[in-house]
């Protein structure tokens, strides 16, 4: 990958979830696309591509980049398959893959080292050290966090282009409310993990916001509406063009779109826009246009936010969440079927425009069939049945951006210029042609396949034969140059030269595609040395966020402690790890379990605290943090945010002391990781309301128990030391039933998590899975006695059956 010099543009990256969009895309001046094949991407309900070597193809023919999304993870059964497909991907010539499993980075490594490889959003990279891991495990690209600023780019781009390694941002598009990688809401609340491409949007629908008290197990308790409903978790779109050369000067890579479940229409209008005002900063004569603006909002919007990358403070858009249109008037009054509107200024409503009335949760749509008329403000629009004073009215579709975005595809991106020499083999006429493409100058040679004659009557000229090689319309070329070594007095049918055109521009195309074909290197496949293995005895660990909740979990007779403190301090985090030292000595291992985000600011000072305070080991949920962890000689534990699915994300990280498995596993999928010959310790979360999102989003007040309720749940809502906002599951996972069967898998430990919990909560349930661990008590008791301290009920979670596939 050839990283952007400083006083280059970005490439602009667009979405094509479709041929349609993929055709919108390259014709609106997409430096590269990114697209998916029907397994393992993260949009798995677009249309996506049956035959991405067409898809590929295409793009290439007319200079745009490929990237393939293969950012899902994978389980141990599709190993094999995933391997077939990265080899495909790399021989059709795509120019990179964009990645989420720690599995498939290492299988694409090892099976196509000539495929490069780029970080998906999902890997949830969002610091300098992310980076730096990205960097030494071989990726060319890192796509951010969309939750970093850019001051927080800017820092990162210090660093990232001595590495090696392209950084590339969101610029406009849809907001997930979760870190990318890190949302389990859509698999907690109905099987459909996002982290398999088969995200349902929970964040989209509506909710209420509930505070309560804490009781003596830490179980939010006497629940009340605090005032805020609505649609508590649905973000706003991105839309960063008013601030676009704010972003550009920061020095990032590429810019890219999101919408890959968007129209054709939608491709081409928005990334006609970001086309054009990047070329406009490119000749520093760019300045924001509000009828731009209103185009991008006339193509799809929730509201738009300039977003984190901005420092927005309107991320959030609680009110509604689908797409809100353009406001173009109120009705002041009815008369049978026709309203009085008073406009608001900007366009009007047309015939064939989608048009929506809105009151309040209230919406009344139609098709605009009349012209309109404004008169002294105001104009009449006739309206269907149930329209009343008071109602907003807004353009949610529009047939003017309908024909643009139809202009936009018939006229087709800047043409690909050839340079052109024509001399003459004993009349047979050879065109050496040279041109440019994605890697570099191509040149090669096409002979005609006809013989030009001694002319009778009328030779044809030089400049008659340029006129017949020139008409390249329709095609994605045009001849810049064209030299013409004629020796005169010839003759040839328009016919032929008409082929000899044809034959130059077909041969140029097959050029171009061909330039991306690769032999690939054809690794062998992965295997694995497997054992049947039984855990000598199963150990228990418990999180913990205060001493009091560490008390009780080594009264309880906890073998490890997790130690996230709600301190946010340098100087208290330190005094609570050392009081926390003080505690387990003799009794436990402490391991400092850091946030799930880690910015920056807080690796440098945990390295800091980690010069004078000594742990037995560090606990990380992101690759930033295993990165910092790494370099200060720590031992390892992965935590949940790492999500380990598979036999070859264990073996990626083989270095670590202990790795927390996925919840969202079977115990088969489990089974099959732990039958590893040689790995880690392996742990599974046993107990505890799992976090099934974290988000910058304050929802949760720092002093408040506080929930957010829909139709049949509660889900408890927690701050972290760092402010990060937890959402935890409905129900607290329980798996004590299974105790035999996990420690027959070979699994070593499994967790409580008694983080936001109490020291009594702490003690007892410890207590009951040492017990229970230790085979010394009746289950059934165990596990009514949980069921009596549980926050929201218990459920075996994924562990039974997983979660949704393609088609369930």
């Known amino acids: 990958m050839r990283l952007k010099r400083s006083n280059e543009i970005p490439e602009l990256l667009a979405p094509a979830g479709s041929w349609d969009a993929l055709v919108a895309a390259v014709a609106a001046g997409a430096d590269a696309v990114y697209l998916g094949g029907r397994r393992f991407s993260a949009r798995m309900f677009a249309e996506n591509f049956p035959r991405l070597d067409e898809a590929v193809d295409y793009a290439h023919a007319r200079n745009v980049r ?164 609505g649609y508590l978790l649905s973000t706003r779109d991105l839309c960063t063009y008013p601030y676009l050369d704010k972003i550009v000067a920061a020095g990032v890579d590429a810019l890219k779109i999101e919408g890959r479940m968007k129209s054709a229409e939608y491709v081409a209008v928005v990334t006609r826009v970001y086309r054009d005002a990047l070329d406009a900063i490119a000749r520093g004569e760019w300045a924001p246009d509000e009828k731009e603006i209103e185009r991008l909002a006339l193509a799809f919007n929730r509201g738009f936010t300039a977003g984190y990358i901005l420092g927005a403070s309107d991320v959030m858009g609680r009110d509604m969440p689908d797409n809100r249109g353009v406001m173009v008037g109120r009705i002041l009054n009815c008369s049978g079927d026709v309203a009085v509107v008073s406009h608001t200024g900007g366009i009007l409503p047309e015939p064939g425009d989608g048009v929506v009335l809105r009151s309040g949760a209230e919406e009344i749509g139609f098709v605009v069939r009349e012209r309109i008329h404004l008169r002294g403000g105001v104009f009449r629009l006739r309206v269907p049945e149930g329209a009343r004073a ?37 009349g047979v006429p050879v065109a050496d042609v040279c041109l440019d493409g994605l890697s570099g100058r191509i040149e090669l040679s096409v002979m005609g396949s006809f013989v030009m004659e001694a002319a009778r009557t009328l030779p044809l000229s030089a400049s008659q034969i340029e006129s017949h090689l020139r008409r390249t319309g329709g095609t994605q070329f045009v001849f810049r140059e064209i030299i013409i070594d004629y020796p005169g007095g010839l003759y040839t049918t328009p016919a032929n030269l008409n082929q000899l055109r044809r034959d130059i521009l077909r041969a140029a195309e097959t050029a171009l595609v061909r330039a991306h074909k690769r032999e690939c290197t054809r690794g062998s ?9 039984k855990a000598e005895r199963l150990r228990v660990s418990v999180y913990a966020d205060t001493l009091d909740v560490i008390e009780g979990a080594l009264e309880g007779g906890a073998e490890r402690v997790y130690f996230e403190p709600l301190v946010t301090d340098g100087h208290d985090l330190a005094s609570a790890l050392e009081r926390a030292s003080d505690l387990c000595e003799g009794r436990a291992e402490l391991v400092w ?109 720092e002093d408040d128990a506080c929930a957010i309720r829909d139709r049949r749940h509660i889900f408890p809502v927690m701050r972290d030391s760092t402010g990060v906002t937890n959402i935890l599951n409905s129900v607290e996972t329980c798996l004590l039933d299974y105790l035999p069967q996990i420690s027959s898998m070979g699994v070593d430990s499994v967790a409580i ?14 207590e009951i899975y040492a017990m229970a661990a230790r085979e010394q008590s009746d289950i059934q008791e165990l596990k009514n006695r949980i069921r009596r301290m549980a926050m929201g009920g218990i459920t075996a979670g994924h562990f039974l059956r997983g979660v949704a596939e393609a088609g369930e």
């Open 66 to 229: 490929v990237y393939v999304t293969v950012n899902t993870l994978v389980h141990d059964g599709e190993i094999d398959e995933l391997a077939g497909y990265l080899r495909e991907l790399c021989e059709i010539g795509a120019d990179a893959i964009l990645v989420q499993d720690l599995g498939a980075i290492m299988l694409a490594r090892d099976t196509v080292p000539e495929l490069e490889l780029h970080a998906s959003t999902q890997m949830t990279i969002h610091s300098t050290d992310g980076v730096i891991w990205a960097a030494k495990n071989g990726l060319k690209r890192v796509v951010l966090a969309r939750e970093l600023s850019v001051d927080d780019i800017k820092n990162i781009k210090r660093v990232s282009d001595d590495l090696g390694v392209g950084l590339e941002v969101f610029v406009h598009g849809a907001l997930c409310y979760s870190y990318s990688g890190q949302c389990l809401l859509s698999s907690s609340m109905g099987g459909r993990s996002g982290n398999r491409g088969m995200c349902a949007q929970p964040c989209r629908k509506p909710y209420t916001l509930l505070r309560g008290a804490a009781d003596e197990y830490g179980r939010v308790r006497d629940l009340r509406r605090a005032g805020m409903e």
């Open 390 to 426: 008071g109602m907003d009215v807004y353009i949610t579709r529009s047939a003017r951006l309908r024909d643009d975005a139809e202009r936009i595809i018939r006229r087709g991106r800047d043409p690909i210029p050839l340079d052109l020499r024509i001399s003459f083999d004993n």
């Open 525 to 533: 496949s992965p295997t694995f040395e497997r054992t049947e293995r």
């Open 593 to 701: 379990k850091w946030p799930r985000i880690t910015r920056d600011r807080f690796l440098c000072m945990a390295g800091n605290i980690l010069r004078e305070i000594s742990v037995d080991g560090i606990m990380v949920e992101n690759l930033g943090a295993l990165e910092a962890a790494e370099r200060c000689g720590c031992e390892i534990f992965g935590g949940q945010g790492l999500n380990i699915w598979n036999s070859l994300s264990v073996c990626m990280l083989s270095g670590a002391r202990a790795l927390t498995l996925s919840p969202e596993l079977s115990a088969s999928q489990i089974s099959s990781i732990a039958s590893l010959r040689e790995r880690p310790d392996l742990e599974v979360i046993a107990q505890g309301n799992i976090v099934i999102a974290v988000t910058e989003d304050r929802l949760a007040s």
């Open 753 to 766: 998590d008694a983080r936001w919990r109490t020291g009594r909560y702490a003690r007892e349930m410890a």
